[in-house]
């Protein structure tokens, strides 16, 4: 049993000091209490991240700043291959820093060599060691690897050199779709525990064909595994998606049994009235990232309306939070300044907007409970300092206040989660972040030379996709 005293608990009914014991994983009660620390402290919600894709550093350090995502994602090419293990343990360290109990890690690379199954592996032990729910989406597609359609356009245009390396690098032969699925569940098989899942992935509409999509389908609705994809993040991809669904793309989902609330949709930045409306009924979760689209020149998605119309919607980071250091409780902030609404006019309120993205996000990555700090609830929760936090200190001032007005993963006192306590005072408890970062940097640093064929390919390959999008989707 573990007891913590003096808290003020966000929210709460009672604003005097309480006390929260734990036992086990949960919350076994909270009551008064006349014990203070020697700083105020702010219980509220861990946050959840519900869709990152955990990066071992910054794409910006690799030269991919201000890039739409159709040229952003093919320059992910210059980051050398790694130990997968640092990557697992740097991405879901920063998660857990910036104070998220749970993360969708929806990998797009393997590092290699080992096996893809014990290459998730190393996911589940950073997990472990850090500990922190962790929820891997193994990325699955089957076409259109460079762009959304005929490579031979951009290619035609490279000169030789140049068109073999990109040609070895994005279009080799893809495995197929029985393979794709059996090795989701051999990972599964190996790794599922605790603080471990494994979902499908599949990487998008664009990505995957639709014999792909239908046996995630079948497989989702006979296992009861969830899925997790990207879904209307562009304009080129909803310009793609028009032309290839014309009854429409989200209706097709409906129609193959994809869209079901197993399913969570990543951004959803260009999807219609009609379509939320889809998602709505079929229980799907979206998740927002807002500073993900505004990096990228996405978009600003259309979350008040997809709230108004009931969709579910939760909150991801995506690995290109606002200033590039994974801060949760930022983003969350930068949500609800973009979709609580204008004015007097309030779409969504701020206790609302942290309630939804903390219990939907849990839903969306398969973890236990609401997220809720109440008695019975599981022990997943979040300590800020509250004199940081409250800096000025010149009269009472309502927590949610300073929570949404100022919050940063500076503010971070303890996290907890399932009852165990994994960082204080900023620090986590189960790994030296800063060491994995310097090895992780010494590592990539060392390793540049060998993405030196594919930097001189670049100056070729951009242009070639930029025109292919102006072309082929002049959709804006």
């Known amino acids: 049993m ?20 734990i036992t086990g994983a949960t919350i076994a009660k909270i009551t008064p209490t006349v014990e203070t620390s020697s700083r105020r402290l702010l219980a509220m919600p861990a946050m959840v991240n519900a869709h990152d894709h955990a990066r071992p550093l ?4 690799f030269g991919a700043a201000g890039k739409p995502l159709e040229t952003w994602i093919l320059r992910l090419a210059a980051v050398p291959g790694i130990d997968p293990g640092l990557a697992a343990t740097a991405a879901l360290g920063r998660a857990a820093r910036s104070g998220c109990a749970s993360v969708m890690a929806h990998v797009t690379r393997l590092y290699g060599p080992m096996s893809v199954v014990d290459e998730i592996g190393a996911y589940a032990r950073a997990s472990r060691e850090i500990g922190v729910r962790a929820t891997f989406a193994l990325y699955m597609r089957d076409r259109n690897p460079l762009v959304y359609g005929d490579e031979e356009s951009v290619l035609g ?33 190996a790794h599922e525990g605790p603080l471990f899942s494994v979902q499908f992935g599949p990487s998008g509409v664009q990505w995957c064909s639709d014999a792909m999509l239908e046996a995630i389908a079948e497989s989702s609705a006979r296992t009861g595994r969830r899925a ?3 879904l209307l993040e562009t304009p080129y991809q909803r310009a793609w998606a028009d032309q290839n669904y014309p009854q429409g793309v989200v209706r097709h989902l409906r129609d193959i049994g994809l869209l079901s609330p197993r399913l969570a949709l990543a951004h959803c930045v260009h999807a219609r009235p009609d379509e939320l409306d889809m ?33 579910r919607v939760a909150m991801g980071v995506d690995a290109s939070a606002l200033d590039e250091d994974d801060d949760a409780l930022r983003e969350m902030r930068l949500g609800h300044f973009l979709h609580g609404g204008w004015g007097f006019d309030t779409n969504i309120s701020r206790e609302d907007f942290l309630t939804m993205v903390v219990a939907n996000g849990r839903h969306a990555n ?19 300092d509250l004199d940081r936090l409250d800096r000025d200190a010149v009269m009472p001032v309502d927590p949610l206040d300073l929570l949404f007005a100022r ?70």
């Open 157 to 189: 245009a490279m000169p030789g050199e140049a068109r073999h390396e990109i040609e070895s690098l994005f279009c080799s032969p893809m495995p197929g779709v029985a393979e794709q699925i059996a090795r989701v569940e051999a990972a599964a098989a």
């Open 228 to 230: 997790h994809m990207h």
């Open 366 to 384: 398969g973890a236990p409970g609401a997220g809720g700090v109440s008695a019975g609830e599981i022990a997943d929760f979040l300590v800020l």
């Open 58 to 61: 910054s794409p910006t350090s």
């Open 2 to 21: 573990t007891i913590l005293s003096g808290l003020t608990i966000l929210g709460g009914a009672d604003a005097a000091p309480q006390s929260i014991e």
């Open 407 to 476: 919050a940063n993963q500076s503010h971070v006192a303890q996290l907890f989660v399932a009852g165990q306590k994994i960082l204080a005072d900023g620090k986590l408890l189960g790994v030296d972040l800063d060491a994995v970062h310097a090895e992780l940097r010494a590592q990539l640093r060392a390793r540049m030379p060998t993405r030196a064929r594919f930097l001189l390919a670049w100056p070729h390959l951009e242009p070639s996709v930029t025109n292919f999008y102006r072309d082929k989707m002049g959709c804006c």
């Open 279 to 311: 998602i709505a009924e079929a229980g799907a979760t979206i998740v927002a990232n807002a500073s993900s689209n505004l990096h990228l020149r996405s978009g600003i998605a259309p979350i008040a309306d997809a709230v108004r119309r009931k969709c």
